[in-house]
T-cell receptor, first 113, second 112 residues
Framework: NAGVTQTPKFQVLKTGQSMTLQCAQD?????MYWYRQDPGMGLRLIYY???????DKGEVPNGYNVSRLNKREFSLRLESAAPSQTSVYFC????????????FGPGTRLTVT | GQSLEQPSEVTAVEGAIVQINCTYQ??????LSWYQQHDGGAPTFLSY????GLEETGRFSSFLSRSDSYGYLLLQELQMKDSASYFC?????????????FGSGTRLSIRP
């Protein structure tokens, strides 16, 4: 039982490049989330998926797109990376809200130069 | 709009008790969650309060007062491994289920 897994762990991009961050969970959770965390800051929600086939914008969705491929997988795509997107990205999953017991992946450390 | 306030740093002594406060402002309210995050690691869930009162889980307890829009995390018998950042989070009872807000975090430093 791996919980929430994310790939890659580290990535360096040049401005304008694109990439997809992958996330998968094996806990049969309905809800999945993408957050970013900047140094010394809290987590900010980028996108959310309440269930397979649905996605919703969070607090900071600009510059990102998501796909809920199936119940297990939720990917985050940066179409044209910018230095402001340098951050640590966390994927999380949870049982249906409102109980917010979220389980987080190990994170992807992204640097955009 | 939504906002959460928690102290940025707290220092305590090993073996002591420390309380980390969180005040929130939301247009609606489901409950208050707490997470722990060690440097370089991922957040891990500690507790969730939907109703007023104290919830205890081992050395950690969490309290909620809905009328005061206030909660706290209480850590007892502090150990060096408790040195970490602690975040409170709320889900707003708004029209969108995606309104989840985390506080900026409280960095807990423990001295021997």
């Amino acid at each position: 039982n791996a919980g929430v897994t994310q790939t890659p762990k580290f990535q360096v991009l040049k401005t304008g490049q694109s990439m997809t961050l992958q996330c998968a969970q094996d806990m049969n959770h309905n809800s999945m989330y993408w957050y970013r965390q900047d140094p010394g800051m809290g987590l900010r929600l980028i996108y959310y998926s309440a269930s397979e086939g649905t996605t919703d914008k969070g607090e900071v969705p600009n510059g990102y797109n998501v796909s809920r491929l199936n119940k297990r997988e939720f990917s985050l795509r940066l179409e044209s990376a910018a230095p402001s997107q340098t951050s640590v990205y966390f994927c999380a999953s949870s049982v249906a809200p409102p109980r917010d017991e979220q389980y987080f992946g190990p994170g992807t450390r992204l640097t955009v130069t | 709009g939504q906002s959460l306030e928690q102290p940025s740093e707290v220092t305590a002594v090993e073996g002591a008790i420390v309380q980390i406060n969180c005040t929130y402002q939301t247009s609606g309210f489901y409950g208050l969650s707490w997470y722990q995050q060690h440097d370089g690691g991922a957040p891990t869930f500690l507790s969730y309060n939907a109703l007023d009162g104290l919830e205890e889980t081992g050395r950690f307890s969490s309290f909620l007062s809905r009328s005061d829009s206030y909660g706290y995390l209480l850590l007892q018998e502090l150990q060096m491994k408790d040195s970490a950042s602690y975040f409170c989070a709320v889900r707003d009872r708004g029209s969108s289920a995606s309104k989840i807000i985390f506080g900026s975090g409280t960095r807990l430093s423990i001295r021997p």
